[in-house]
């Protein structure tokens, strides 16, 4: 008996028994899955919020992360927790990563320089691949570019020194910057600027004119520009749009995007496709892995393979932070599928965030790394379960379709919709759509990348593959987008994001029972064609009987006269085409018989495809002075495309549309001597007065006080009910221009916490001054201007 006991005792001891998995519940009884262990999420949490204090660069905040890392330590010391004392040491470790770059980025030559706002000339060695960005307010676009100094000279002295810089490059040569290649290095002439707070780089240099390159990029970054090269030849006798979505999906390269293109993406949620992103190393892993077992390949062979493309996917995409945050999250996505533990998918997440905190403090305040740390989150979290459950009534390919872009969706909907003001209704079904093409297109194109090397041919036909897939998905995106309610609208205020993300939570936690129950699904998906076919609506919002809207676009004008019951004028077109078109569809306006530019500046401009996008255009009206430009070649062309005719009425010109009646009053002259580009622009933009259901409106653009006492002096008649505040609200006012108005009702156009103080103070009280009741977008939202029974009235939709 002994030997026996002894032999099930070594038995025992080089086999132990799992207990907890071993045991056999009693009869009715329900045994529950451990619980997930979290504790590395107050770790992440605590190194996101100490390095994100450490780069503010303020000593209060500092000293504030300080005493929070000393009070957390304290406590660990006194409940002896070594999560505690863990979470402390993070915060202090983060929070000096922080302080040292901050100091480091401060503290140096060119800082100095910046601080004084000093012009310099500099050789600099351009570090990332060019991109564009509207202009705000009068600013027109510009080319925007990561570089690092290499030799800087100014205010008397040379600089040999490595510093980061933000270059912006404005004027009409900037389609040059475009054609340099990563690496090179250029001689610019520029003024030096002190950047935002928090900002990753030592100073701003803005400059204007052609690049004069003096080295040429290493012979690696040589390499790397062939192969992606190759991959822009493999589909060059490609349709356009696929042509330039191809390199998008694969490298994100987004030069070659046309404007429609990129809001039909933004509209239906699919526009983290056309950026480098954790998803897209995992599909290439999952490619290689997959053909790596086919042939055999086992065990650390297996591991090489996928470190490979890991090496190739950084190589090709560029070592910036955006391309190494997404291969660490891809990485940790495509574990946490692989094994199907959410706690160790957790863990690892924590972990990985944490490291990449630790190279690059400035990481926190990127929106693009929380957006990463959030969608894999959410597919780390849920996805594996539901794509098991989906699976049991579906095919194994469509059911991880469907749940990993609704985990991801679910778990980055509050901050998508902090950033942008909307909420993507058909981007669940758009990624779901879309999923089955995105892996062969982005595997194809890194094939054709690849092979383009080899041969050219071999090349072409990868391409055409991923060309192909990239074709499926644009329709489905423009399909998408182009239902009623594909976007909803909100305002974003803590309230409605709470109410947001509590709604996801709360979503994500009952989501596994839905999925199980096929006819819950369908009852779902119903709801949600309903929704996609109609217009949200805001209770109240329009008044039936609108005359005049005066959109809240932000930082803009974007006005809209009502001619007939689904048509109208629109006049200015914001900043953005999502707030344009978002008011246009709560107006059910499908028809624009006359579109009205009134100037050729960014703020009142890039909203155009907000309008152009699934409407009926008459007619473009442009002002007939203004000074020519990029923007004004951008207007046109997307003018002609659609077969819009273009027109420039003079002063004096009238017009009937519908139901309103049209009298251009400006712009009377240039009156350039003595004035900068800018205000030029400004005095050429179209004045018009519309008359409309009893009303007179007078639309002013940004008219400055030159261009409104010329206007004033040719003796037009200038009364109206309702006056659009020249400029914004702009302290440049010409108090004989608006007095002439007699306005009942003066509204302003202008964004919240905007960087110019619009509408000024001193320009409301001369409005109120001359007995006019002031509303304005940034406080008020869109203003509803109608005629009741007891008059003019004006509804607010705030």
């Not at 000279?153 to 600089?159: A, D, F, M, V």
Request: net charge positive; proline share 6%.
């Amino acid at each position: 008996m002994a030997a026996g006991r002894s032999s099930v005792g070594r038995l025992t001891a080089r086999h132990p028994v799992d207990r907890q998995s071993a045991a056999v519940p009693p009869a009715g009884r329900t045994v529950r899955a451990p619980s997930a262990d979290v504790r590395a999420v107050p770790l992440a949490a605590g190194a996101w919020a100490a390095a994100w204090l450490g780069t503010w660069g303020s000593s209060a905040g500092i000293a504030a992360a300080a005493a929070a890392g000393v009070i957390v330590l304290a406590a660990s010391v006194l409940r002896r927790s070594a999560l505690l004392l863990t979470v402390g040491l993070v915060i202090a470790v983060l929070l000096g990563a922080g302080f040292v770059n901050v100091h480091r980025l401060r503290h140096g030559p060119v800082a100095a320089l910046a601080t004084h706002r000093a012009i310099v000339s500099a050789e600099l060695e351009i570090r990332a691949d060019p991109h564009r960005v509207a202009g705000t307010g009068p600013r027109s676009g510009a080319a925007v570019m990561k570089t690092a100094t290499v030799r800087v000279e100014g205010r008397g002295g040379i600089w040999l020194v490595r510093a980061p810089l933000l270059l912006v490059v404005s004027g009409p040569n900037i389609e040059e910057w475009f054609h340099i290649s990563v690496g090179s290095r250029v001689l610019v002439e520029g003024r030096l600027e002190t950047p935002d707070r928090g900002s990753d780089v030592a100073a701003v240099i803005r400059v204007r004119g052609s690049p004069v390159v003096v080295g040429a990029p290493s012979p690696g970054l040589r390499l790397v520009e062939r192969v992606r090269e190759g991959l822009r030849q493999a589909v060059v006798d490609r349709r356009p749009e696929p042509r330039a979505l191809v390199p998008a999906l694969v490298l994100g390269d987004t030069s070659g995007l046309r404007p429609q293109l990129t809001e039909d993406f933004v509209s239906t949620g699919l526009t983290h496709l056309t950026a480098v992103s954790g998803a897209n190393l995992t599909l290439l892993l999952a490619f290689l892995l997959t053909m790596a077992r086919w042939a055999g390949v086992r065990g650390w062979w297996l591991r090489l393979v996928g470190l490979a493309g890991v090496i190739i996917f950084i190589a090709l995409c560029r070592t910036e932070p955006s391309v190494l945050r997404a291969a660490a999250m891809g990485l940790v996505a495509l574990a946490a599928l692989g094994s199907g533990s959410r706690t160790a998918g957790v863990r690892n997440l924590a972990v990985a965030t944490m490291i990449l905190l630790l190279v690059d403090p400035f990481l926190s305040r990127s929106i693009g790394f929380a957006l990463s740390v959030l969608a894999c989150a959410g597919i780390v979290w849920w996805s594996r379960r539901w794509t098991m459950i989906i699976n049991q009534w579906l095919p194994h390919i469509i059911a991880e379709s469907i749940a990993v872009p609704l985990a991801a969706q679910l778990a980055t909907t509050p901050l998508v919709a902090a950033i942008s003001g909307r909420v993507s209704i058909s981007g669940l079904a758009a990624n779901a759509l879309a999923g089955p093409f995105v892996g062969p297109a982005t595997v194809l194109g890194f094939a054709a990348a690849g092979v383009s090397l080899l041969n050219m041919t071999l090349a072409a036909v990868c391409g055409f593959g991923a060309a192909w897939c990239a074709q499926m998905i644009i329709w489905i995106a423009r399909m998408g987008s182009r239902l009623p309610g594909s976007e909803w609208y909100l305002p974003v205020t803590p309230l409605t994001l709470t109410w947001l993300a509590i709604s996801s939570v709360i979503f994500g936690l009952f989501m596994a029972y839905l999925l199980a129950r096929p006819w819950l699904v369908l009852l779902l998906v119903g709801i949600m064609i309903i929704c996609l076919c109609g217009t949200p609506r805001q209770p109240g919002w329009p008044p039936r009987d609108w005359v005049l809207v005066v959109c809240d676009v932000g930082q803009g004008d974007g006005i809209v006269v009502r001619t007939a019951r689904d048509s109208a004028v629109v006049v200015d077109t914001g900043p953005a085409p999502a707030a344009m078109r978002g008011c246009l569809d709560r107006l059910d306006v499908a028809r624009v018989p006359l579109l009205i530019i009134t100037h050729f500046h960014a703020d009142h401009v890039d909203g155009l495809m907000g309008v152009l996008q699934h409407r009926r255009i008459g007619q473009l009206w442009v002002s007939p002075l203004a000074p020519p430009g990029p923007l004004s070649t951008l207007i046109t062309q997307q003018a002609a495309q659609r077969g819009v005719p273009v027109y420039a009425p003079p002063r004096g010109t009238s017009a009937s549309v519908g139901a309103a009646e049209l009298q251009v009053l400006g712009p009377v002259d240039h009156l350039a001597f003595g004035q900068d580009e800018s205000s030029m622009q400004n005095d050429s933009s179209l004045v018009i007065m519309v008359t409309v259901a009893r009303l007179r409106v007078l639309l002013t653009g940004d008219v400055e006080p030159p261009g409104q006492q010329a206007i004033v002096d040719t003796g037009a008649d200038l009364h109206a009910d309702v006056l659009k505040i020249p400029h914004h609200g702009s302290a440049q006012q010409d108090p004989d221009f608006i007095a002439a108005t007699h306005a009942r009702l003066a509204i302003a156009s202008a964004g919240v916490d905007n960087d110019y103080g619009h509408p000024a103070p001193r320009t409301l009280q001369l409005v109120r001054s001359l007995g006019m009741t002031v509303l304005s977008t940034d406080q008020d939202g869109s203003v509803a201007v109608r005629m009741s029974r007891s008059g003019l009235a004006a509804m607010k939709q705030r």
